[in-house]
């Protein structure tokens, strides 16, 4: 296995693999869609992804593990003052791969990398016994909320500068991308479009 940096050949890979991974039939019954990550990966690559965190994991000539992290979200404090922060994810594994160490392995090459970049912080919704191994805590250690005002154990951060987050008080500003109420319809028309056959084609 090897991590590298996505190419253009790997797009629709990684699509079909997102999709697959994050589907559910929850969210078909309650959304319209079982996926929305396939979405967001498509369009974050056309405006906010960094090309440079924009990893795979191949085995044998094949995608079995993608990660990437956007910009374009950032901590609004009570000063109104903007403070940059990347938003990590999704970080996808292939079904049949997982329990394997490769979200691991792609997590900690995406946090070195990102920090070799002079990124400052990492912010991401995700599942709280998994991400806290890498150094996320909940955000509400920060004095962080969302932009609602909700505070979590999914909503957690990480400093890749020591001491950045201790001096930022505020909300979390998410980009408008990550919104699944106003980018469902855009979503379903994208997945018709790429995958009018279904999961499997």
């Known amino acids: 296995m090897q991590i590298r940096t996505e190419e253009a050949k790997d797009y629709f890979d990684v699509l079909k693999m997102?999709?697959?991974?994050?589907?559910?039939e929850?969210?078909?019954?309650k959304?319209?869609?079982g996926a929305l990550e396939h979405y967001m990966v498509h369009k974050a690559r056309r405006r906010i992804?960094?090309?440079?965190?924009?990893?795979?994991?191949?085995?044998a000539g094949e995608i079995v593990g993608h990660v990437m992290c956007s910009e374009g979200s950032y901590i609004l404090?009570?000063?109104?003052?903007?403070?940059p922060v990347l938003t990590?994810?999704?970080?996808?594994?292939?079904?049949?791969?997982?329990?394997?160490?490769?979200?691991?392995?792609?997590?900690e090459e995406t946090l070195k990398k990102a920090s070799a970049l002079g990124y400052k912080a990492i912010l991401l919704f995700g599942h709280p016994s998994y991400y806290p191994r890498f150094g996320f805590k909940e955000a509400s250690t920060y004095g962080l909320k969302t932009e609602d005002g909700k505070q979590f154990p999914a909503f957690m951060a990480l400093e890749l500068e020591v001491g950045y987050l201790d001096k930022i008080r505020g909300r979390y500003i998410v980009?408008?991308?990550?919104n699944e109420e106003k980018e469902i319809g855009r979503a379903i028309d994208f997945d018709q479009l790429y995958f009018p056959f279904g999961e499997d084609k």
């Open 31 to 33: 959304l319209g869609l």
């Open 77 to 83: 404090d009570p000063d109104d003052q903007k403070h």
């Open 88 to 107: 990590l994810g999704p970080l996808t594994v292939r079904k049949d791969k997982q329990k394997q160490g490769i979200g691991t392995k792609l997590l």
């Open 18 to 24: 997102t999709r697959q991974t994050f589907w559910s």
């Open 49 to 59: 992804m960094v090309e440079e965190l924009s990893l795979v994991m191949e085995d």
């Open 26 to 29: 929850e969210r078909l019954k």
């Open 175 to 178: 980009h408008p991308l990550f």
